[in-house]
């Protein structure tokens, strides 16, 4: 039985873990089995999914790993809130339901937006509060890498993408931000599982070009009021990418 996969999309998840371990994940984020309910035993599980307990082991395994079930000693495998208590890896399972999900897609990418625009927001205050401490020239140099592959006219979402996240990148390893850079690519990382919302965001590679251009400019002359009225023009870019997202995640029938 081939899993869906990313964006809904059927894909070779070639093992029986995977495949078994994706419908038990679908189930928890679809709500048919509820945070705080048990799991069935292990055989229970197996004979379910017609596999050998030793695969349902190792699928319950991965399932810890990633965030959605707990072993408690004395109740057996208990579901976790995958919404309230899940982390980076959890959300990136969850991202492989987009089109079987959409709301739940829909309301994430919306978050992850918010999120990345606190994030610059931050990011312009240091920079702004300490002039002349840190350097733009690796945030132009990786944006002049963006327009070059702007330029070109038929590069793809997923290298524009990677395009702006070099670009982030540059700008939080000058403002020292470690742990921000590692924020910066899990936040990237869950952006680019699905196909359906690189073409949302990035469905005009021009703008992004541009505001890019823009902000690292309001840095480099230290125009904090030009900084913030390019991030304060997120919300509005924001709102249209979220309903591009759900109008191509609800385009078809799964």
Request: a negative charge; zero cysteines.
């Given at each position: 039985?081939?899993?869906?996969?990313?964006?809904?999309?059927?894909?070779?998840?070639?093992?029986?873990?995977?495949?078994?371990?994706?419908?038990?994940?679908?189930?928890?984020?679809?709500?048919?089995?509820?945070?705080?309910?048990?799991?069935?035993?292990?055989?229970r599980?197996?004979?379910?999914?017609?596999?050998?307990?030793?695969?349902?082991?190792?699928?319950?395994s991965?399932?810890?790993?990633?965030?959605?079930?707990?072993?408690?000693?004395?109740?057996?495998?208990?579901?976790?809130?995958?919404?309230?208590?899940?982390?980076i890896?959890t959300?990136?399972?969850?991202?492989?339901?987009?089109?079987?999900?959409?709301?739940?897609?829909?309301?994430?990418?919306q978050?992850?937006?918010?999120?990345?625009?606190?994030?610059?927001?931050?990011?312009?205050?240091?920079?702004?509060?300490?002039?002349?401490?840190?350097?733009?020239?690796?945030?132009?140099?990786?944006?002049?890498?963006?327009?070059?592959?702007?330029?070109?006219?038929?590069?793809?979402?997923?290298?524009?993408?990677?395009?702006?996240?070099?670009?982030?990148?540059?700008?939080?390893?000058?403002?020292?931000?470690?742990?921000?850079?590692?924020?910066?690519?899990?936040?990237?990382?869950?952006?680019?599982?699905?196909?359906?919302?690189?073409?949302?965001?990035?469905?005009?590679?021009?703008?992004?070009?541009?505001?890019?251009?823009?902000?690292?400019?309001?840095?480099?002359?230290?125009?904090?009021?030009?900084?913030?009225?390019?991030?304060?023009?997120?919300?509005?870019?924001?709102?249209?990418?979220?309903?591009?997202?759900?109008?191509?995640?609800?385009?078809?029938?799964?």
């Amino acid at each position: 039985m081939p899993a869906r996969g990313w964006g809904g999309k059927v894909m070779a998840r070639g093992t029986m873990v995977d495949q078994v371990a994706d419908r038990v994940a679908f189930q928890i984020a679809s709500g048919q089995v509820r945070a705080g309910e048990t799991l069935p035993s292990i055989r229970r599980l197996a004979a379910e999914h017609d596999v050998n307990p030793s695969t349902v082991q190792q699928v319950l395994s991965r399932l810890h790993a990633a965030g959605f079930v707990e072993p408690r000693h004395g109740l057996g495998v208990v579901v976790r809130d995958v919404r309230a208590d899940g982390g980076i890896e959890t959300w990136r399972y969850l991202f492989r339901f987009s089109r079987r999900l959409p709301d739940l897609a829909v309301r994430s990418v919306q978050e992850l937006l918010e999120m990345l625009q606190v994030f610059y927001a931050a990011t312009l205050a240091k920079i702004m509060a300490d002039q002349g401490a840190h350097d733009a020239a690796p945030a132009r140099r990786a944006w002049r890498q963006l327009e070059l592959l702007v330029g070109e006219g038929d590069t793809t979402p997923a290298r524009v993408h990677q395009g702006v996240m070099q670009i982030l990148r540059s700008a939080s390893a000058a403002t020292g931000a470690g742990i921000g850079i590692g924020l910066i690519n899990s936040l990237g990382g869950l952006l680019a599982e699905v196909p359906e919302v690189l073409e949302a965001v990035y469905a005009d590679p021009g703008a992004h070009l541009w505001w890019w251009g823009e902000l690292i400019t309001a840095w480099e002359t230290t125009d904090e009021a030009l900084g913030r009225q390019l991030i304060a023009l997120l919300d509005d870019w924001h709102a249209e990418t979220v309903d591009r997202v759900r109008a191509l995640l609800t385009a078809q029938p799964v």
